[in-house]
């Protein structure tokens, strides 16, 4: 109270009247008597602006901040604001998408405490299981059991020259020439031979983000030594020079409030991770903002799922209208890109050219692979997001099921950046409102 009362001074805002439902237990559906009666109030237009110490004060689910919101338009109410959280001007499509968010975040982190890690996905993973939805993966039945035998022929074909040191270029470009077409029908690139030769799920594995769990109810394409010769030839960071494997979702997309500078991932020395504004050179930034990564995640993510189903991005996508041509053109070149580069590392690997020749001939291709990546990215948002746009519980039932690649492009389709603000002194939990998300339009 005293500090809405605080709020309220700053505001310049006479305070008309206090409304205290004392109930600590947030989510229980109780009745708040002084919840009621502000409303009442509101709606006879006694009052023409609200305070709370925090949104998930005032409303307890999405239905009753639907309710306030249509309220709040109705009368037309002039203000709104959270002490803790900031000010959400639910006259906004914006304003009303973050205090959404903010409420779902809060019920979810209550929900989920005790349940955290043992989720409906994780058991089914560590039981084998299949995860659903999407396109059925080649080699494999829409039943995603069943072996489809000239499939696995092609991807065993495939284990076999990679191996023996063939190139993903040169093995899709004749896989190409003999007209054998991905599970989409399509043309093969080296990157999605290259993710179904490292899948777990070929070698009768199954995963879950980027750990395997279990054992899979589905049978193997490839046996065991086979995938992990696979995965610790395709996998070396030698050949993957551009493309460092990401531990932290939200890299490069979170910038610190006070300097504007790309926070870098940096742990504790437990290992907790942690975003964090860089000092000192390269970066220079002012190391003002340190954050526990786990939660920013688990909310960007929850706010990213949110905005697919909101009218703007619907607009957005109809913007983002795709050209074929131009798409295709553009992946051509990153697999072409990406083929000189694993040629070039091959090359080093068996000793062909010494490392100062792969060194030098190394820039200019990955200058050519990142321009590649650029252009792919502008064309790829769309199909990679299309399917989901309004339709966010088919991504929010598969979420946990991604890796963080995938996590990542999909968080990059929606997110521009995130401004990460100064932690709330005192407060031991997360605070949302520290984070406020930029959207791509
Ligand atoms: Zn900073």
């Not at 602006?49 to 919101?69: G, K, W």
């Not at 000793?351 to 252009?375: D, F, G, H, N």
């Not at 521009?416 to 605070?431: E, L, S």
Request: charged content about 35%; aromatic content about 6%.
């Amino acid at each position: 109270m005293r500090e809405c009362r605080e709020e309220a001074e700053r505001r310049g805002w006479p305070v008309g009247d206090v409304y205290v439902d004392n109930d600590r237990s947030a989510y229980r559906g109780k009745r708040r008597p002084e919840f009621v009666r502000l409303v009442d109030d509101l709606k006879a237009g006694d009052r023409d602006a609200v305070i709370v110490y925090h949104q998930d004060r005032l409303t307890r689910s999405p239905r009753e901040l639907e309710d306030f919101v249509d309220l709040y338009e109705a009368v037309g109410l002039r203000g709104f604001a959270s002490v803790s959280g900031g000010a959400y001007d639910l006259a906004t499509g914006d304003g009303r998408l973050m205090a959404r968010v903010q409420g779902a975040f809060a019920r979810k982190e209550s929900d989920d405490k005790s349940r955290r890690g043992r989720s409906k996905h994780r058991q089914l993973a560590e039981a084998g299981e299949l995860s659903g939805g999407g396109t059925r993966p080649y080699g494999y039945a829409p039943d995603r059991k069943t072996i489809v035998p000239e499939e696995a022929a092609v991807i065993r074909d495939a284990a076999k020259r990679t191996l023996a040191g063939e190139s993903m270029r040169s093995i899709t470009a004749d896989l190409n020439d003999r007209g054998i077409a991905t599970v989409k029908g399509g043309r093969w690139t080296p990157v999605t031979l290259r993710q179904i030769l490292i899948s777990a799920r070929v070698a009768g594995l199954r995963s879950l983000g980027d750990e395997i769990v279990a054992k899979a109810v589905w049978p193997k394409i490839l046996d065991v030594g086979t995938s992990e010769r696979l995965r610790a030839l395709l996998l070396d960071p030698a050949r993957r020079t551009s493309r460092p494997v990401r531990r932290y979702a939200l890299a490069g997309l979170l910038r610190c409030h006070k300097c504007t500078t790309v926070l870098v991932s940096r742990p504790r020395t437990d290992g907790t991770r942690r975003y964090v504004c860089p000092t000192g050179e390269p970066r220079g930034g002012c190391g003002g903002v340190v954050a526990l990564a786990d939660p920013i995640e688990r909310w960007i993510a929850e706010a990213v799922l949110y905005r697919l189903d909101t009218p703007e991005m619907a607009r957005a996508m109809q913007g983002a209208k795709r050209d074929d041509a131009a798409a295709d053109d553009a992946q051509a070149e990153l697999s072409d890109a990406l083929s000189r580069q694993d040629d070039l590392a091959a090359m080093f690997a068996a000793a062909e050219i010494s490392r100062r020749e792969w060194l030098a001939a190394r820039a200019p291709i990955e200058t050519r692979v990142e321009r590649a990546k650029k252009r792919v990215a502008k064309f790829s948002r769309a199909p990679l997001i299309d399917e989901y746009v309004g339709h966010s519980n088919r991504l929010r039932d598969r979420w946990a099921d991604l890796n963080l690649d995938r996590q990542r492009a999909i968080i990059a389709a929606v997110l521009d950046h995130a401004i990460v603000g100064p932690a709330v002194r005192g407060r031991k939990t997360f605070d949302p409102s520290r984070v406020t998300p930029v959207w791509k339009r």
